[in-house]
């Protein structure tokens, strides 16, 4: 059993570390973002060099810098770490301008705690000049010390004879899952907070502090009631299918309303919409998305559920694909499926024209009428399915038939 014991955040190593170096071996700009307290400024503090200068553009005299005075932040043949660069997008203008000038490897390494790429201010993009990392919350494995995830990719590469001897092999210790979906993944709740008081205050001060500061650097909310109102129904709403007029008409606000909201819970990562899965690409663009949280422990915050549901249970295994998805080790795109008979199966993976099929359940027991949909998306995929995993909360891992592993999720990740 795997046992760590006085890790504080600055020494839990990171999923994301070995990529990023990599990264800054190759490109001259790397940005890395994420949400707000997801460890993306300890992450590059880990990496900084004696020669290489750090900004954050929290600081107000950087920041009036960075807006009239560019040149003096960025100038210089001194590689440099700019963080939370959201906060000045039009500084992206003048990076593009320094690489076109020097293009050196690892010149620029910037962190936002917003998606550039969907932000509407964000004119630049450095296409072509720059990889973009996303740092999730901390993985279960990563509070355990582990710079990992999930087995994901093992279920890819390993032969299905193995899968059994592949999950006993890892030894991960069990643990209650709903212990984990109330203290979710954030650093300073996740390993610094003690009791679920602790993280209810640490919660409560995450969102007061991102409605009322890093919202307002995105986006003007005039009512902010009416936005903490929506981001309390999308938190009831985990793992259902996203129906915005239906979410707008529940709280009394209008859909464009609401879908305005929803993009700015999406672009500053807390928002999480899970497309659905079809061999026809066109298809996953008209089809309605499920919605997810980033993290489990500010969802149950906001939705003041007084128990972690079943729900939260696919939101954990959603965090950690998201994570092992953006880590770099393997190209993968994620998604749900349902069918046109309400059939439906939690999770797609889909990665080298292979998918891997996942169900959910929070009960102790696997049976096999659990398994009915994922063997229906197994025979309707069949030329590109691998086996179904039919993840649980009980002790061991079985085959329920030649096609389905049953197996406890704390074995997996």
Request: aromatic share 8%; charged share 25%; net charge neutral.
């Amino acid at each position: 059993m795997i046992i760590i014991h006085h890790m504080t955040t600055d020494t839990l190593p990171r999923l994301m570390h070995d990529s990023l170096a990599e990264h800054l071996r190759l490109m001259p700009s790397i940005v890395v973002t994420g949400a707000r307290q997801t460890g993306k400024s300890t992450l590059v503090r880990q990496l900084q060099s004696a020669e290489r200068r750090y900004v954050t553009l929290d600081d107000t005299e950087a920041l009036s810098a960075a807006r009239t005075e560019p040149e003096l932040i960025l100038g210089g043949p001194v590689p440099i770490t700019i963080d939370e660069v959201q906060r000045e997008p039009q500084l992206m203008l003048a990076i593009k301008r320094e690489i076109d000038e020097q293009r050196t490897a690892g010149r620029f390494l910037l962190t936002g705690s917003a998606n550039l790429l969907l932000m509407k201010n964000v004119s630049e993009t450095l296409a072509g000049r720059a990889s973009y990392l996303t740092l999730w919350p901390m993985t279960r494995t990563e509070q355990l010390g582990l710079a990992r995830c999930g087995l994901w990719d093992r279920f890819f590469e390993t032969p299905q004879q193995d899968w059994i001897d592949m999950l006993n092999a890892e030894r991960l210790p069990r643990e209650d899952w709903r212990a984990l979906a109330r203290r979710g993944g954030f650093p300073p709740a996740a390993i610094q907070m003690q009791t679920n008081r602790e993280r209810a205050i640490w919660f409560d001060g995450y969102v007061r502090t991102y409605l009322e500061r890093e919202l307002q650097s995105l986006s003007a909310i005039t009512a902010l009631p009416d936005f903490r109102r929506l981001m309390q129904a999308a938190a009831l709403r985990v793992g259902q299918l996203l129906n915005q007029t239906s979410l707008g008409r529940d709280i009394g606000m209008a859909q464009p309303t609401a879908h305005r909201y929803l993009n700015l819970l999406e672009t500053s990562y807390l928002l999480v919409r899970l497309p659905a899965y079809a061999v026809n690409r066109n298809k996953r663009l008209i089809k309605s998305p499920k919605i997810y949280w980033s993290d489990t422990g500010v969802a149950l915050h906001l939705s003041q559920q007084p128990e972690p549901q079943g729900a939260h249970l696919e939101n954990i295994v959603l965090q950690d694909l998201l994570a092992w998805r953006d880590s770099g080790v393997r190209n993968a795109e994620l998604f749900f499926w349902r069918s046109t008979l309400g059939e439906e199966v939690d999770f797609v993976i889909e990665s080298s024209q292979k998918v891997l099929p996942i169900e959910v359940k929070s009960s102790k027991r696997a049976r096999l009428s659990d398994t009915k949909h994922l063997r229906t998306f197994i025979d309707e995929y069949r030329d590109r399915s691998l086996p179904g995993l039919l993840l649980h909360d009980g002790e061991q891992a079985e085959w329920l038939g030649p096609n389905v592993l049953a197996a406890p999720w704390w074995m997996v990740f």
